[in-house]
């Protein structure tokens, strides 16, 4: 959208499994000028090598991220543009959290849980992040973040904190981060936005440092969050955001047993209407339930 009100030509290397279960966001983005490439594609080396060793690739974040940063090295024109991991882009996104904030006063509410789903971590910092504010400055020190990742994709449950690349290539500088390694190819999971290897470094220092915890759901429970979800509020969630409303969910059920009031904030970072193919695999009982291999 933005190339478009600039009048600049677009290249999207956007990952095979979501190329191949999310045809509509293909539509969309060439709709808006795009021309859109699956990744691992044949127009770069690295894309090349990895379709040489597997033609059927499914692709990740990283991946994508490499062979963009591949075409960019390789012609003088190109800019490249991340959407997520790198801290500036966390900070850009808390204009949400900023929002929930100023509308949480409003009505004389603060949150006992803030919750959210980690892909590479702009959704969950940029609705957290300002509300962290009140936590660091004492103002409301009980008040807990949650992090919310797949167990098929447990970079912050499971990974190691080091230095690793943002991309599966190797390309770009290295990231303190929680990572399960740079070459881990996620499996094809519906939330195609959270299979990336590792997190964004300041997210990555919060949870190192216990600040915010982290928690890992299997697809199967998120889609069975979901669709509560859905039949309680007419909202169909994109599969990443389901994620934060199963902890919301699991959050309410354990304030009940305790009889106590909790206020739960989460973030309903997309819809699912991209992803319905997810919701009618998962209606018929034919959703597969990917798990973590290292
Ligand atoms: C709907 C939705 N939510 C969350 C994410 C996760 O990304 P991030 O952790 O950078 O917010 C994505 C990524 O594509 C997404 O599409």
Redesign the pocket.
């Known amino acids: 959208m933005a190339t478009a009100i600039f009048g600049l030509k677009c290249e999207v290397y956007m990952v095979r499994a979501s190329y191949d279960q999310k045809p509509g966001r293909k539509i969309i983005m060439e709709t808006l000028g795009a021309r859109i490439y699956p990744s691992p594609s044949q127009n770069t080396t690295y894309g090349q090598k990895l379709l040489k060793e597997n033609p059927n690739h499914p692709g990740s974040l990283g991946v994508a991220i490499s062979e963009a940063l591949e075409v960019t090295l390789r012609e003088e024109t190109t800019r490249y543009s991340l959407?997520?991991?790198l801290n500036h882009v966390l900070l850009h996104?808390t204009v949400v959290g900023q929002e929930a904030k100023s509308q949480l006063e409003a009505i004389d509410r603060t949150p006992d849980v803030v919750i959210g789903?980690?892909?590479?971590?702009?959704?969950?910092a940029?609705f957290a992040y300002p509300f962290l504010d009140d936590k660091l400055a004492k103002k409301k020190p009980d008040m807990r973040f949650i992090a919310v990742e797949p167990t098929a994709v447990p970079s912050t449950t499971k990974g190691k904190y080091e230095y690793d690349f943002g991309d599966s290539a190797g390309m770009t500088p290295l990231l303190k981060m929680y990572t399960l390694g740079h070459n881990f190819t996620p499996p094809p999971i519906h939330a195609?936005?959270?299979r990336y290897h590792g997190k964004a470094p300041s997210l990555c220092l919060l949870i190192n440092k216990h600040v915010i915890e982290s928690v890992a759901y299997d697809q199967l429970q998120v889609f069975e969050a979901a669709r509560l979800f859905a039949r309680s509020t007419g909202i169909i969630s994109?599969p990443?955001?389901a994620h934060a409303i199963k902890k919301a969910i699991d959050e309410a059920i354990e304030a009940r047993r305790m009889g106590e009031k909790r206020i739960i904030a989460f973030n309903l970072?997309?819809h699912g209407l991209l992803d319905l193919s997810a919701y009618e695999q998962y209606n018929s009982n034919k959703l597969t339930n990917p798990m973590y291999e290292p």
């Open positions: 959407g997520s991991v996104q789903c980690i892909g590479r971590g702009s959704n969950f940029g195609g936005g959270l994109a990443e955001s970072s997309g």
